[in-house]
């Protein structure tokens, strides 16, 4: 079975707070994804990654960044934390075979609270 | 932008009673997913349909992919509590990586 963890289940930071939060998988897959879940809204992407030291942005990638200097790893960054980034944050993985990319395997998610 | 639109919105339904959600867009998709959530997980896929008019099942999921390629449905047979979630549609689309769109999801609710 595939397998995503994340860091934390539950964060609560202050205003102005640099937050770093982990993700890892544990199936050798390329591309690794950041998404934040907010009501009524779905999943939006942050940023993605297909290969280690590589990153792409996502929709919203404002107020973001990320890291991946392993395969098995991949980090976001809030580099000064807004209460308008209080939010889930699900981070994702999939097999990439060629052209075609497999379905993406979500961690837990990460309830983070902004004060 | 690309966008998808889940209905309804919200289900409060009786347990054995069969559930029957959509999706649609203005644009055109490659692939279609289905996903459940449950409280306090992520997102797990239930059903992922590849081609137009093509129809799968899952146990008691039923999930086709629109003819026009720009809608998707799902239906679940004589619901369960456990059923109880949310169902996100999802498009994926080639770009310059296959990019996933997600819909608002539908929240489950079933009553014993």
């Known amino acids: 079975d595939v397998k995503v963890t994340q860091s934390s289940r539950y964060l609560v930071k202050r205003t102005g707070e640099k937050v770093f939060l982990e993700c890892v998988q544990d199936?050798?897959?390329?591309?690794m994804f950041w998404y934040r879940q907010d009501p009524g809204l779905g999943l939006r992407l942050i940023y993605f990654s297909y290969d280690v030291k590589m990153k792409e942005k996502g929709d919203i990638p404002e107020g973001y960044s990320v890291s991946r200097e392993k395969k098995e790893r991949f980090s976001l960054i809030l580099e000064s934390a807004s209460t308008n980034q209080t939010s889930m944050y699900l981070c994702?993985?999939?097999?990439?075979?060629?052209?075609?990319?497999?379905?993406?395997?979500f961690g837990p998610g990460t309830r983070l609270t902004v004060l | 932008g690309q966008q998808l639109n889940q209905s309804p919105q919200s289900m409060f339904i009786q347990e054995g009673e069969d559930v029957s959600m959509n999706c649609t867009s203005s644009?055109?998709?490659?692939?279609w997913l289905w996903y459940k959530q449950e409280p306090g997980e992520g997102p797990v896929l239930l059903i992922a349909l590849y081609k137009a008019g093509e129809l799968t099942s899952n146990g008691r999921l039923t999930a086709q992919f629109g003819i026009t390629r720009k809608d998707s449905f799902l239906n679940i047979s004589a619901s369960i509590p456990s059923d109880v979630g949310i169902y996100f549609c999802?498009?994926?689309?080639?770009?310059?990586?296959?990019?996933?769109?997600f819909g608002p999801g539908t929240s489950l609710s079933v009553i014993p």
């Open positions: 999802a498009g994926q689309v080639k770009t310059s990586y296959d990019k996933v769109i």
């Open positions: 644009s055109i998709f490659n692939t």
């Open positions: 994702a993985s999939s097999f990439q075979a060629g052209a075609r990319t497999d379905t993406q395997y």
């Open positions: 199936m050798d897959h390329e591309n």
